[in-house]
Every structure is written in structure tokens, then in C-alpha cells.
């Protein structure tokens, strides 16, 4: 049917713009803030082998079907999911993925921005020098202190999502595209000198021991579940993101080749930060497991006794906030995107009133650091026993809404759209193709049985960790 479908919204100069725009997108505080923390919460190497897996097996998989869905569709994810729908003679219920998505963007993007606020935050405070020979438990009440703070989170949040909406409201080639190209190479810079850094301290190969050394008697079900729902969170999948930058993608570029690189690429920034960030920890005897504090508690100590610490901590920082902030524009482009095809605004008024509502929803992040510190809503389940609105936002998109996406996505691609289609985007023209078949059993039952098992798990309906420990020992 109708593969000269354009989209209204523009489209990428080309495949080196579009790998940066979605490399941009996948590369973010998930790498460089949250990895680093789930790990050490989870033990270290078998999470991160299982992580690993995903990637493989279930990432790259679903993320060549959600471009296509985007490129194939050629609108925002909602519109897209309708019409695919459509032409696949399937339910008009698939709108509600793209639905699903724009929410989850939403909300991910609430928190995602009040922690890019602290690392804005972090940017200024280690230029000034205040880390100079800081103590850990400086450090440690240094940030206690800023968090413990609601004005002060509610003004980064701010600042942070004024930055964020401004390239959004300039469009794909206009804003996007532009940040994106001098925002990536810049940050692989930065990551190269920090690991110099870290490799000449005496913990490097301790650190990287943590990273890669699986220990399965330290993973539970929750870790699965946790490392599982990352690799969505990390790859940008699940929630229209990557849909939608697919929406952009010139017809020939190829979707298999460019995937497999952002994965790549996505997947050697989260290890090079673990490399940079364990060693640290490890030198100045910090605590892997201390949550999503872990950086902004003990980076700064590292920072504040390493000669030029304040010009590297500085770059640092501003390395996360470049990360979140291509990021973050991915999280939101989805509902502007539908907002300007459905009800005709502008992407200046989309973007203002996207960025408004997500601001508004932030505030439950900002507060759950202090002033509702202690209002844990589902406490009385056990495993949301400790859980702020931080926390429940988290699990919820990160360990519920990306992975059901994503297995929705792989349904989509793998059953019912049509064998021709899926050839047609992927240019593939003989169906035993073996890259193609691989390509199908990945997205037709790998990536739809890991995601449904991993849920039965860690609901404590199915054993998953008994079959790892009995492969891996
Ligand atoms: N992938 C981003 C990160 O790792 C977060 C993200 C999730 C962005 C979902 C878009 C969609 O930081």
C-alpha cells in the first residue's frame, strides 16, 4: 500500500543524522546514572550479563521493529499504530500502543528531568570547587542536603525542562538534528578522558571485576525483572521513541544495520561508565549499592582529590546533562508529535503544553526526595514496601510499561503484519534470507516468551532464576 507515505513533520538529512538522533535518545542518564546504580543495588556481573542478553536477543530484535513501525507509519506512534492497524486488517485497538507510549513518555520524562536538574545542578557546584578534598561523608551530606531541598529540585526541574522544550519546539531538522550532532561527539570525547582517568587508579581492575564477573547467587527475580526492563529503558523502546525517530528515517537507510549500531554504541557507554564509575567507588572505599544518589554521592569525592578534579568533574556533569538532554527530547516527541498531526498546533504550542504537564507531573519526584519522603502509597505490598513516588514511577515505566510495549511491538511485527511489509523495510527479497529468519524468531517468540516469563518470575509464578543457576552454576 502506501510506502511513499511522508511525514509532515520533516525528515533526518540522512542515516548518519538519524544513528546520532537515536543513538542520542538511547544514550542517557539510563547509561551513566541508572545503570551504574542498578548494578551495584544488584550485585554487579550477573546483572550485567543478563542485561547483556536482553540487549541481544530482545533489544536489538524489537528495536529494528519499532523503527520500521515508525518509517513504515510515518507519523506519531499513535497515529502510526492506527493506520498500520489498518493496513494489516487488525483491531483499531493497536492505537492504544501508541497511547500507552505517549503516557509512559510522560511520565518517565516527570523524573527524568528533576534528575538531569541535579546533574545541571552538579555542573555548577563542581566548577565552584566545593568538592575540593571533600570528605565522603561531605559528599554524602552535600547531597542530603540539596535533595532535602524542594525549591531548590523544583528550580533545576525547571531550567531543565525549559532547555529540553526549546529544541523541541524548533523541530526535527531545526532543533533535533542540530543538537544532536554536536551534542554525541562531544560526549564520546568526554567518556574517553574520564576512562583514561579511571584506568590509572588502582581499582580498575577491581572495578571491572564487579562489571563482568557474574555472580548468580546474587541476582533474585527482581534483578531479572529489573535488568530486563533496563534494557528497554536504555535502548529508548517500548514507548514510540525510537518509533517515532523512525517516522523520520529516509526509505533507504538501512533498519538492521543502523540498529545493531545504536545498540552497540548505547551498550558501550553504559560499560564504559560502569569502568569509569566502579573504580572510583572501589579506590575511595563508597558503597556500589546506594542508589540513585550512587554518582552524585561519590563521583564528587573522586573529583575532589584528583589533580584538575574540578575541570574533569565539571565536564562530567556537563556530560550527563548533554546525554539527558537528547534524551529527554525523544521522551516528549511522541505527544508533540500527535498533538501537532491531531489538532493542528503548532510545535511551538504542542511542545509548551507537553512541557507544562510533564513539569507538573515532576513535582511528584521533587517532593518524594523530601517533603513526601515518607509517603510510600503501596507500601503495603511487600515489594513496593519502601517505595516513594519516585520509586513507583520507575517500576512502573521502566519495569512495566516499556516491557509490555515491547512485547506489543514484537506481536505487531512478528504475527500480524504482513510477511511483505516487514521484507519490504528490512530489503530483504528471498524469505529464507538467514539473517531475516533469525530476525523473525527473535521478534516472533524470543522476545515475546523472555519478556511474558521474566513477568511470571517476578510475580513468583515461574522459576527463572533456578534455570540460570543450574546453566551457569
Ligand atoms: N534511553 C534513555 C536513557 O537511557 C531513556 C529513554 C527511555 C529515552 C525511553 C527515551 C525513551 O537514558
Redesign the pocket.
Given at each position: 500500500m502506501s510506502t511513499s507515505r511522508t511525514s509532515m513533520h520533516g525528515e533526518w538529512s540522512g542515516r548518519f543524522a538519524f544513528i546520532l538522533a537515536a543513538t542520542g535518545?538511547?544514550?542517557?542518564?539510563?547509561?551513566i546514572w541508572?545503570f551504574p546504580y542498578i548494578t551495584g543495588e544488584n550485585g554487579g556481573g550477573a546483572f550485567v550479563l543478563i542485561y547483556l542478553i536482553c540487549i541481544a536477543c530482545i533489544g536489538i530484535p524489537i528495536m529494528m521493529a519499532e523503527v520500521m513501525l515508525g518509517r513504515r507509519g510515518r507519523q506519531s506512534p499513535i497515529n502510526a499504530m492506527r493506520d498500520l492497524a489498518e493496513e494489516a486488517d487488525a483491531s483499531k485497538y493497536w492505537k492504544y500502543l501508541g497511547w500507552s507510549g505517549v503516557i509512559a513518555?510522560l511520565l518517565?520524562l516527570s523524573y527524568?528531568s528533576v534528575i538531569a536538574g541535579w546533574a545541571l545542578a552538579y555542573v555548577f557546584r563542581t566548577a565552584s570547587g566545593v568538592f575540593t578534598d571533600v570528605t565522603g561523608d561531605g559528599a554524602r551530606s552535600l547531597f542530603g542536603q540539596f535533595i532535602a531541598d524542594p525549591e531548590k529540585l523544583l528550580a533545576w526541574h525547571t531550567l531543565f525542562m525549559v532547555i529540553t522544550m526549546t529544541v523541541v519546539a524548533r523541530g526535527v531538522k531545526g532543533g533535533l538534528e542540530k543538537a544532536v550532532r554536536f551534542l554525541m561527539p562531544t560526549l564520546l570525547v568526554i567518556l574517553i578522558i574520564l576512562l583514561g582517568y579511571a584506568m590509572n587508579l588502582g581499582e580498575f581492575s577491581r572495578g571491572a571485576e564487579f562489571l563482568f564477573n557474574p555472580d548468580f547467587s546474587k541476582i533474585s527475580a527482581a534483578g531479572v525483572l529489573t535488568a530486563m526492563g533496563h534494557a528497554f529503558?536504555?535502548?529508548?523502546l517500548g514507548?514510540g521513541?525510537i518509533m517515532v525517530y523512525g517516522s523520520y528515517l529516509p526509505r533507504k537507510v538501512s533498519i538492521a544495520k543502523t540498529s545493531i549500531i545504536i545498540a552497540l554504541m548505547d551498550t558501550l557507554v553504559a560499560l564504559v561508565a560502569g569502568l569509569i564509575i566502579f573504580p572510583i567507588v572501589f579506590a575511595n572505599g563508597l558503597e556500589p549499592g546506594s542508589g540513585p544518589g550512587l554518582i552524585f554521592q561519590t563521583l564528587p569525592i573522586a573529583f575532589g582529590h584528583m589533580p584538575g578534579g574540578t575541570f574533569f568533574g565539571t565536564l562530567f556533569f556537563i556530560l550527563l546533562v548533554f546525554a539527558?538532554w537528547t534524551?529527554s527530547i525523544?521522551?516528549i516527541e511522541p505527544a508533540v508529535a500527535w498533538l501537532v498531526e491531531n489538532r493542528g498546533h503548532t510545535r511551538i504550542y504542542a511542545s509548551v503544553v507537553m512541557g507544562v504537564v510533564t513539569w507538573m507531573l515532576g513535582l511528584l519526584t521533587v517532593l518524594s526526595f523530601n517533603l513526601w519522603s515518607d509517603f510510600k502509597p503501596l507500601s503495603s505490598i511487600s515489594i513496593f514496601e519502601n517505595s516513594t513516588m519516585f520509586d513507583l514511577l520507575d517500576y512502573l515505566t521502566a519495569n512495566i510499561m516499556?516491557p509490555i510495549g515491547g512485547l506489543l511491538i514484537a506481536v505487531f511485527v512478528g504475527w500480524i503484519m504482513k510477511r511483505e511489509i516487514t521484507m519490504a523495510e528490512l530489503d530483504i527479497h528471498n524469505p529464507i534470507h538467514k539473517g531475516y529468519r533469525v530476525w523473525q524468531i527473535l521478534v516472533k517468540y524470543v522476545a515475546p516468551v523472555a519478556v511474558v516469563i521474566v513477568f511470571l518470575k517476578a510475580t513468583g509464578i515461574f522459576d527463572i532464576a533456578t534455570v540460570f543457576k543450574a546453566i551457569f552454576g
Amino acid at each position: 500500500m502506501s510506502t511513499s507515505r511522508t511525514s509532515m513533520h520533516g525528515e533526518w538529512s540522512g542515516r548518519f543524522a538519524f544513528i546520532l538522533a537515536a543513538t542520542g535518545s538511547a544514550v542517557g542518564l539510563g547509561n551513566i546514572w541508572k545503570f551504574p546504580y542498578i548494578t551495584g543495588e544488584n550485585g554487579g556481573g550477573a546483572f550485567v550479563l543478563i542485561y547483556l542478553i536482553c540487549i541481544a536477543c530482545i533489544g536489538i530484535p524489537i528495536m529494528m521493529a519499532e523503527v520500521m513501525l515508525g518509517r513504515r507509519g510515518r507519523q506519531s506512534p499513535i497515529n502510526a499504530m492506527r493506520d498500520l492497524a489498518e493496513e494489516a486488517d487488525a483491531s483499531k485497538y493497536w492505537k492504544y500502543l501508541g497511547w500507552s507510549g505517549v503516557i509512559a513518555g510522560l511520565l518517565i520524562l516527570s523524573y527524568y528531568s528533576v534528575i538531569a536538574g541535579w546533574a545541571l545542578a552538579y555542573v555548577f557546584r563542581t566548577a565552584s570547587g566545593v568538592f575540593t578534598d571533600v570528605t565522603g561523608d561531605g559528599a554524602r551530606s552535600l547531597f542530603g542536603q540539596f535533595i532535602a531541598d524542594p525549591e531548590k529540585l523544583l528550580a533545576w526541574h525547571t531550567l531543565f525542562m525549559v532547555i529540553t522544550m526549546t529544541v523541541v519546539a524548533r523541530g526535527v531538522k531545526g532543533g533535533l538534528e542540530k543538537a544532536v550532532r554536536f551534542l554525541m561527539p562531544t560526549l564520546l570525547v568526554i567518556l574517553i578522558i574520564l576512562l583514561g582517568y579511571a584506568m590509572n587508579l588502582g581499582e580498575f581492575s577491581r572495578g571491572a571485576e564487579f562489571l563482568f564477573n557474574p555472580d548468580f547467587s546474587k541476582i533474585s527475580a527482581a534483578g531479572v525483572l529489573t535488568a530486563m526492563g533496563h534494557a528497554f529503558f536504555t535502548l529508548s523502546l517500548g514507548m514510540g521513541a525510537i518509533m517515532v525517530y523512525g517516522s523520520y528515517l529516509p526509505r533507504k537507510v538501512s533498519i538492521a544495520k543502523t540498529s545493531i549500531i545504536i545498540a552497540l554504541m548505547d551498550t558501550l557507554v553504559a560499560l564504559v561508565a560502569g569502568l569509569i564509575i566502579f573504580p572510583i567507588v572501589f579506590a575511595n572505599g563508597l558503597e556500589p549499592g546506594s542508589g540513585p544518589g550512587l554518582i552524585f554521592q561519590t563521583l564528587p569525592i573522586a573529583f575532589g582529590h584528583m589533580p584538575g578534579g574540578t575541570f574533569f568533574g565539571t565536564l562530567f556533569f556537563i556530560l550527563l546533562v548533554f546525554a539527558a538532554w537528547t534524551s529527554s527530547i525523544s521522551l516528549i516527541e511522541p505527544a508533540v508529535a500527535w498533538l501537532v498531526e491531531n489538532r493542528g498546533h503548532t510545535r511551538i504550542y504542542a511542545s509548551v503544553v507537553m512541557g507544562v504537564v510533564t513539569w507538573m507531573l515532576g513535582l511528584l519526584t521533587v517532593l518524594s526526595f523530601n517533603l513526601w519522603s515518607d509517603f510510600k502509597p503501596l507500601s503495603s505490598i511487600s515489594i513496593f514496601e519502601n517505595s516513594t513516588m519516585f520509586d513507583l514511577l520507575d517500576y512502573l515505566t521502566a519495569n512495566i510499561m516499556l516491557p509490555i510495549g515491547g512485547l506489543l511491538i514484537a506481536v505487531f511485527v512478528g504475527w500480524i503484519m504482513k510477511r511483505e511489509i516487514t521484507m519490504a523495510e528490512l530489503d530483504i527479497h528471498n524469505p529464507i534470507h538467514k539473517g531475516y529468519r533469525v530476525w523473525q524468531i527473535l521478534v516472533k517468540y524470543v522476545a515475546p516468551v523472555a519478556v511474558v516469563i521474566v513477568f511470571l518470575k517476578a510475580t513468583g509464578i515461574f522459576d527463572i532464576a533456578t534455570v540460570f543457576k543450574a546453566i551457569f552454576g
